[in-house]
């Protein structure tokens, strides 16, 4: 079942061409990875996707509805959330209450939840092994444990498609390793992921499908694979 389409979506910045004509395809349950060169319009698509930006043609549709005018914040309800390329959470507030935040005013839609939500919300930091810190202030994590703060804010909207931003940048290997055993067991409880990555190890040995972008085009979607041996892609990470 298609979850998400995108149809034909161009975006211009002034003169400059971020997203030409671009369209795909994204099924239901399915493990998508988005690659391309800075400035091949990665960012911009998925801003696109969920309402930061509004596209001067095509559509999006979710789940069979037309959301390419849809705010940001009922996208979010309908369930696409997103990770950010640079965390920025409350640095003053403990994890807990960073998460019960999304918690109490998506999910919850503003009701009273009390120590109902504060469970929820530790659970999902259980899943990201940040439970031993839910107490302590944000801003004291390190690299890896803000991406993993910041995939639990985006999880506690109870997303159907998950986007992420370069959730892996700045991490060693082994925290790479880390951060892709999470991301699969989000997915194997059946949600969506649309990932952006510069680190191919991670982004081919997560996909089911690759799209590449180059200049604001798709330029190649396919199994990782097809992807990697794409003479045109070669020729954009390589040079020639």
Do not use: W
């Not at 030409?20 to 091949?40: F, H, K, M, Q, Y």
């Not at 190649?220 to 020729?235: F, G, I, K, L, S």
């Amino acid at each position: 079942m298609t979850l998400l389409q995108v149809n034909a979506l161009s975006k211009r910045f002034g003169g400059f061409a971020a997203l030409t004509d671009v369209s795909l395809t994204v099924r239901a349950g399915e493990r998508l990875g988005i690659i391309g060169p800075n400035g091949s319009g990665k960012t911009t698509l998925i801003n696109c996707i969920c309402g930061a930006l509004t596209p001067e043609t095509g559509s999006i549709a979710f789940d069979g509805t037309d959301v390419t005018r849809l705010a940001a914040y009922r996208r979010t309800r309908l369930g696409i959330a997103r990770s950010f390329q640079i965390p920025r959470p409350f640095s003053s507030m403990t994890l807990v209450d960073n998460v019960a935040v999304p918690l109490e005013y998506v999910a919850h839609r503003g009701l009273a939840g009390g120590a109902g939500i504060r469970h929820e919300a530790i659970g999902l930091l259980e899943q990201m092994g940040l439970r031993e810190s839910a107490d302590a202030l944000a801003g004291t994590l390190t690299q890896v444990g803000l991406r993993k703060l910041e995939l639990a804010r985006a999880l506690a909207v109870r997303p159907r498609l998950l986007i992420l931003d370069e959730v892996m940048a700045g991490l060693s290997s082994v925290e790479v390793d880390e951060m892709l055993a999470i991301v699969f067991a989000v997915s194997q409880r059946g949600v969506t992921i649309l990932m952006i990555e510069h680190i191919m190890r991670a982004i081919m040995r997560f996909s089911q499908r690759v799209v590449c972008l180059d200049a604001g085009r798709v330029v190649a979607d396919a199994e990782p694979a097809a992807v990697v041996a794409d003479p045109m892609v070669q020729r954009i990470y390589l040079g020639g």
